[in-house]
């Protein structure tokens, strides 16, 4: 089934399965192993943002309309079109399939791991297939399915189930696979299927082969300058009461005074044992309606429909103090970078409490979604307190990102607002280009 002769000293694993069975958890535990991880989706991502013939291609086939003020691809409206017409997701198909499977073969001929495991939904029915030693499809009831998309990505159960019910039946995959791991029961459960499946794997038919020197581990991107060096303005005096929100597509003033930017610290602090965080539910809404009124003192209004709305864009983490909401951090990833975009704290001092336990969380799912760094765009004259939170979680203050791999550079152009600091986190370096 696989290009034997091409990578003889690696094990090619594909997999796939339908949306919310537990591909996800099993990549994870993949990548703990030490194997090279390849999201066929994200690829995609990249492509359309990066690959101008495949871009011209797209605007070609699916008109100009797709193009956006910057020159990229409008994915949400090219999503919309495809969808909708299952000739247009063929035609699309056949116009990107082939680039994603170049990029693949180049990803996997430049690593240097011997397990590679390729996750793509539509695995079986493409040519990644071919290139596979073995298959392993996730599968789990509908009733879960439809659980996980609710709880873990916020839809409301009657959207999960039309996700649910518009792919194809889960049968026709698992007829295919060489390995099937069942995910129904605990995470325990699948963490076993998925060591004995990984006992069983096919061994390489030669020993590793190194095509070319191993580059050293990279430094870390994201130091912040060292104070001797650092050109932050002296702390503000005499300045009004310090507004105890940051909204990070908030403009300051003309004549704000920027805000001091900490140095980056190598360990974030101990939190209080009673300080949690979690995802927003909608049950949340009344709390973070109630908190945002306070932290803004009722400059930012918004209505539940509104947020309602906002759940369904993006990820909203919240940090309780015992049953007290004094965090809300509005959160979203996008091509393996994961950007916080709003932060609501009451009182201020929440940024040491709530706040930290957030961002933990905010850092903890972003890794387990494989993501390579983490933005943030606060206000420059945001408070004080919020410039330490970040600080305090290792975001550094980056003025040029010249040296910053491609990906995060496309990210920072397309999403920083006018008047803001850049501070940027990074989390994975092995996969960066």
């Known amino acids: 089934m696989s290009d034997q002769s091409r990578w003889p000293d690696k094990v090619i694993v594909g997999l796939t399965g339908n949306i919310a069975t537990g591909k996800s958890a099993v990549l994870r535990m993949a990548s703990k192993k030490g194997a090279m991880i390849l999201d066929a989706d994200k690829i995609v991502h990249e492509i359309l943002e990066s690959n101008d013939e495949v871009k011209e291609a797209v605007l070609a086939t699916f008109g100009s309309r797709l193009r956006q003020d910057d020159g990229t691809i409008n994915r949400q409206l090219l999503g919309d079109i495809v969808f909708a017409d299952p000739e247009s997701l063929q035609s699309l198909e056949e116009i990107i399939h082939p680039a994603v499977q170049s990029e693949v073969v180049r990803q996997i001929d430049d690593s240097y791991e011997t397990i590679v495991m390729i996750e793509a939904i539509k695995l079986l029915e493409g040519e ?15 009733e879960r399915q439809i659980d996980r998309l609710v709880i873990c990505r916020g839809m409301d159960t009657k959207s999960a189930l039309q996700r649910v019910e518009a792919q194809p039946s889960q049968d026709a995959k698992v007829s295919r696979a060489d390995v099937v791991i069942d995910t129904n029961s605990t995470l325990a459960d699948t963490e076993g299927q998925f060591e004995m499946a990984w006992m069983r794997l096919p061994k390489p038919a030669v020993a590793p082969i190194r095509r070319k020197p191993k580059p050293p581990a990279p430094k870390p991107v994201a130091q912040a300058a060292p104070a001797a060096e650092s050109k932050a303005a002296e702390p503000k005096k005499g300045k009004a009461a310090e507004p105890e929100v940051v909204r990070t597509t908030e403009k300051v003033a003309a004549d704000a005074t920027p805000t001091p930017v900490p140095e980056a610290a190598e360990t974030p602090p101990e939190l ?39 759940l369904s864009e993006r990820s909203y983490l919240i940090g309780q103090e015992g049953t007290t909401v004094s965090a809300v951090i509005g959160w979203a990833t996008e091509g393996g970078i ?96």
């Not at 803004?296 to 539940?304: C, I, L, P, S, Y």
């Not at 803001?420 to 092995?430: A, E, M, N, V």
């Open 272 to 310: 209080p044992d009673n300080v949690s965080a979690r995802r927003a539910r909608p049950g949340d809404i009344p709390s973070i309606l109630l908190l945002i009124h306070k932290a803004t003192d009722g400059r930012v209004k918004m209505k539940r429909a509104q947020l309602l709305m906002a």
């Open 338 to 433: 994961a950007r916080v975009e709003e932060v609501f704290l009451h009182p201020l001092d929440a940024a040491r409490t709530t706040g930290g336990a957030v961002m933990k969380e905010v850092e903890r799912s972003a890794k387990e979604l494989f993501c390579e760094a983490i933005l943030a765009f606060p206000a420059l004259d945001a408070p004080t307190e919020v410039y330490q939170m970040f600080a305090d979680y290792g975001y550094a203050k980056t003025d040029d990102i010249n040296d910053l791999p491609r990906v995060w550079k496309t990210a920072i152009k397309e999403s920083q607002p006018e008047g803001t600091q850049l501070l940027l986190k990074g989390l994975r370096y092995d996969r960066i280009a």
């Open 128 to 142: 990644l297939i071919n290139h596979c030693n073995t298959v392993w499809v996730t599968r789990c009831r509908k």
